[in-house]
C-alpha cells in the first residue's frame, strides 16, 4: 500500500471513529418512536444537563488566529452581513454533533464565516474551496511561530455588498437597545410562578432542554429582542421578527437534578424569552 493510500485508510479510520454511531441498530421495517424522534431532533448545541467525562477547565492564553477570528466576526455583524444568533446557530448548530464538540470555540466561529458568505451568495463554494488549498500550501512552508503572509486576490470596497436592515437600524444604539419599547408588555413580573414550555425545539433554541417543563421564577425582567429561534435565520424577505421579553429565570437546583444532594436553597438562573413561559398556576391550560 502507498504511503497516499495509507494515509486515506488512516483518514477514513479517524472520520469513522469521531461520527456518532448505533449503539442499537434500528430494524427493518424502519420503525421510529416518539422518544428516538425527539432525540434525534435536539439542537446540537444543547448540551446542557448531559452525561460528560470529568474535564479540567484551565485559562488559556488566546491565540493569534482566535483574535483574528474574532475580530472578522465582529466585523461581519458591524457591516451588517450577519446577526449575532445567524453566526451563533452556523458555529453552534450546523455543524453536527462531532464538529461541534471536537473542534476548538474559536474553529467553530471560523468556519461559520465561510459558511454564512455562502449560504448569502456573496462568495462561491469552488472558489472557496481553491482559495483554502491554496493557503493551506503556503502553510506548509512557513517557520515554527512565522505568521501567513496576506496575500488577497483582489481588494475592494464592499459598496456593492447587500447589508441587512439590522445594520441600518441599530448604529450608534446596539442590541438589544435598539429594541426598547418595541415589545408588547412584559406578561411576567418578578417573583412569578413559572414553567418552562416542554416543547420540542427545531433547528435552533437558546432555550435549554434541561429545563423544560421545569418550574421556577422569575428573578428579573430583563430586556426586549426578536427570540434566538427567529433572530438567527435572515428573514429579510419576509419581515423583521418581533421583539419580545427576555427573562431571568430561577430554578432550584433539586427541581432541575432529582439526584442533587446540595443544600436546598441551591440554585440556577438561565435567560429565556417569553414565548417559552408559562405561568406556572396555569399549567394545566397551557398559558
Known amino acids: ?31 421510529l418512536s416518539n422518544d428516538r424522534l425527539s432525540a434525534y431532533l435536539k439542537t446540537q448545541h444543547d448540551v446542557g444537563g448531559e452525561l460528560d467525562a470529568p474535564i479540567d477547565f484551565i485559562e488559556k492564553q488566546d491565540e493569534n488566529w482566535e483574535h483574528n477570528t474574532y475580530i472578522a466576526c465582529e466585523v461581519l455583524g458591524a457591516r451588517g452581513i450577519w446577526v449575532s444568533e445567524e453566526r451563533r446557530r452556523l458555529h453552534n448548530v450546523d455543524l453536527g454533533r462531532a464538529m461541534y464538540l471536537g473542534l476548538p470555540y474559536y474553529g467553530r466561529w471560523l468556519l461559520s464565516i465561510p459558511r454564512v458568505l455562502i449560504d448569502k451568495h456573496l462568495v462561491s463554494l469552488t472558489e472557496l474551496t481553491e ?8 502553510v506548509a512552508d512557513l517557520e515554527p511561530g512565522e505568521l501567513l503572509e496576506p496575500k488577497p486576490r483582489h481588494v475592494a470596497d464592499g459598496s456593492t455588498i447587500p447589508r441587512n436592515k439590522h445594520h441600518i437600524e441599530a448604529v450608534g444604539k446596539g442590541d438589544p437597545q435598539i429594541y426598547a419599547g418595541k415589545a408588547d408588555p412584559p406578561r411576567f413580573r418578578v417573583g412569578d410562578a413559572v414553567r418552562v414550555r416542554d416543547w420540542q425545539a427545531l433547528f435552533y433554541t437558546r ?42 429565570v430561577r430554578f432550584t437546583m433539586a427541581e432541575l437534578w432529582p439526584d442533587y444532594t446540595g443544600p436546598q436553597q441551591d440554585s440556577l438562573q438561565t435567560e429565556l424569552p417569553e414565548r417559552w413561559l408559562m405561568h406556572a398556576v396555569n399549567d394545566e391550560e397551557g398559558k
Open 131 to 138: 482559495r483554502f488549498n491554496e493557503v493551506r500550501a503556503r
Open 1 to 31: 500500500m502507498s504511503d497516499k493510500a495509507r494515509q486515506r485508510v488512516e483518514k477514513l479510520a479517524l472520520v469513522h471513529r469521531l461520527r456518532s454511531s448505533f449503539e442499537d441498530l434500528p430494524e427493518a421495517p424502519y420503525e
Open 207 to 248: 432555550a435549554q432542554e434541561y429545563v423544560r417543563g421545569a418550574r421556577g421564577e422569575i428573578a428579573s425582567v430583563a430586556y426586549e429582542s426578536p427570540a434566538a429561534e427567529d433572530e438567527a435565520f435572515d428573514y429579510e424577505a419576509i419581515g423583521a421578527p418581533k421583539p419580545e421579553w427576555f427573562y431571568i
